[in-house]
């Protein structure tokens, strides 16, 4: 029987004869690439895989924007209204930005729009604590004014973040700004409601904000048919 302690120790011992000699400025011609390879390797610490980066977590992305002022929003803010809900929601709301009324409370959708959403997510079956609720920008503009590029350029990245964190399988966004920046369009919000849109393996449903309704009562039905699409593709078991 051989003896495989004695074994090793004679190819590790070849082993570094050959590398010796290659050192020393030697050929070896006699073996092939991959025995020298094999041979010249032996003994050596093998190679670490690469470290594989944690998915980020709500409350990791939270830290990480941490007291922000990566744009000229945060000089007139109250609080930074993050997003919420469930971490592990199937459907996303995405607004805009916060108003008075959510700068104050540091929470998304709590004034009269965001009563208007919460009568939206009932309608379809679902409570507002099933879902996940957030905007495009973190904190409110001034006057409730629609996010500049500069603003929606500083807050997107977490908001995808946040996306990609909570996992859903639809994403609901409010109003044009919500629309454009999820589907990386100019498109207008008429010509891209009332259909998906497909975003990396995303479902993605445009329809009108609940502030734009309030001063439109006329497009509720607009939204409501946006919202039958949305029930027919949602699995509520």
């Given at each position: 029987?051989?003896?495989?302690?004695?074994?090793?120790?004679?190819?590790?011992?070849?082993?570094?004869?050959?590398?010796?000699?290659?050192?020393?400025?030697?050929?070896?011609?006699?073996?092939?690439?991959?025995?020298?390879?094999?041979?010249?390797?032996?003994?050596?610490?093998?190679?670490?895989?690469?470290?594989?980066?944690?998915?980020?977590?709500?409350?990791?992305?939270?830290?990480?924007?941490?007291?922000?002022?990566?744009?000229?929003?945060?000089?007139?803010?109250?609080?930074i209204v993050?997003?919420?809900?469930?971490?592990?929601?199937?459907?996303?709301?995405?607004?805009?930005?916060?108003?008075?009324?959510?700068?104050?409370?540091?929470?998304?959708?709590?004034?009269?729009?965001?009563?208007?959403?919460?009568?939206?997510?009932?309608?379809?079956?679902l409570r507002?604590?099933?879902?996940?609720?957030?905007?495009?920008?973190?904190?409110?503009?001034?006057?409730?004014?629609?996010?500049?590029?500069?603003?929606?350029?500083?807050?997107?990245?977490?908001?995808?973040?946040?996306?990609?964190?909570?996992?859903?399988?639809?994403?609901?966004?409010?109003?044009?700004?919500?629309?454009?920046?999820l589907l990386?369009?100019?498109?207008?919000?008429?010509?891209?409601?009332?259909?998906?849109?497909?975003?990396?393996?995303?479902?993605?449903?445009?329809?009108?904000?609940?502030?734009?309704?309030?001063?439109?009562?006329?497009?509720?039905?607009?939204?409501?048919?946006?919202?039958?699409?949305?029930?027919?593709?949602?699995?509520?078991?």
């Amino acid at each position: 029987m051989v003896d495989r302690g004695a074994l090793l120790e004679l190819i590790d011992e070849s082993a570094r004869s050959l590398r010796h000699l290659a050192q020393a400025g030697a050929r070896i011609r006699s073996l092939a690439p991959e025995a020298r390879a094999v041979l010249e390797g032996w003994g050596r610490e093998p190679p670490r895989p690469a470290a594989v980066a944690a998915p980020s977590t709500l409350a990791a992305i939270r830290e990480d924007i941490g007291e922000c002022t990566r744009c000229k929003l945060s000089r007139s803010r109250t609080h930074i209204v993050f997003g919420q809900g469930d971490p592990r929601a199937r459907l996303v709301f995405i607004g805009e930005g916060p108003g008075q009324d959510e700068d104050l409370a540091g929470e998304p959708f709590v004034g009269a729009a965001g009563q208007l959403l919460t009568k939206i997510v009932e309608a379809i079956r679902l409570r507002r604590e099933d879902v996940y609720i957030a905007n495009v920008v973190k904190c409110r503009p001034p006057g409730n004014r629609l996010p500049e590029a500069d603003e929606i350029a500083a807050c997107e990245p977490f908001l995808r973040r946040q996306i990609a964190a909570i996992r859903p399988l639809f994403v609901c966004t409010l109003g044009a700004c919500a629309t454009q920046t999820l589907l990386r369009t100019n498109a207008p919000i008429s010509r891209l409601r009332g259909r998906f849109h497909d975003v990396d393996g995303l479902q993605v449903l445009p329809t009108f904000h609940p502030a734009y309704l309030l001063r439109n009562p006329e497009q509720k039905r607009a939204v409501w048919d946006d919202m039958k699409l949305l029930m027919k593709a949602y699995p509520y078991a």
